[in-house]
């Protein structure tokens, strides 16, 4: 079983690879949110449920999937692209060649790689969406009145989208 990462390493990891995408713009606090909870979810469909890619829960904010702690960290950027001044008090996982700081942390940098490739081009509204779908773990969470969003439900809905 592997470590998870913290969700402030996950969210510098991905504000990275906007920074060094010769055709990205960067990421707002919302996109990064979303593509770390797709992330997540991807981690979770190829490891299972007990084996999340971030410590901690997402929770069922009205814009979707959200880390509190990281939304907290991100606050002051609000619609404008996230710096990576940030998290500079944070271990990377990932080094400006896009390759891990230590071995342990090469799964969780390949899916974040995966995660920004598939989902770092979408504008927010269209994350917020894909986010919102009616057999996603959001969806039944908030349907059920939940706060957080169980990891059970994160691998259901991964493989209700990819089989």
């Known amino acids: ?3 998870p990462i913290t969700c402030l390493q996950g969210a510098q990891a991905l504000v990275q690879l906007a920074k060094y995408d010769p055709d990205g713009e960067g990421l707002t606090s919302l996109q990064v949110q979303k593509i770390l909870y797709f992330a997540n979810m991807l981690y979770i469909g190829k490891h299972g449920p007990d084996n999340p890619l971030i410590r901690g829960k997402f929770l069922t904010w009205v814009y979707g999937p959200a880390v509190r ?5 991100m ?3 609000e ?6 001044e940030v998290f500079e008090d944070i271990f990377p996982i990932m080094n400006d060649d896009k390759k891990p700081t230590e071995e342990k942390y090469r799964p969780h940098v390949e899916v974040l790689k995966e995660a920004y490739e598939r989902w770092g081009k979408q504008d927010s509204y269209k994350l917020i969406g894909i986010s919102h779908w009616k057999k996603g773990a959001w969806r039944k969470s908030v349907r059920d009145g939940e706060e957080e969003i169980d990891n059970e439900l994160i691998k259901e809905e991964y493989h209700a989208r990819y089989g």
């Open 69 to 73: 702690e990281l939304y907290e960290r």
């Open 79 to 84: 619609r404008s692209l996230v710096e990576e």
């Open 75 to 77: 606050s002051r950027y």
């Open 1 to 3: 079983m592997m470590e």
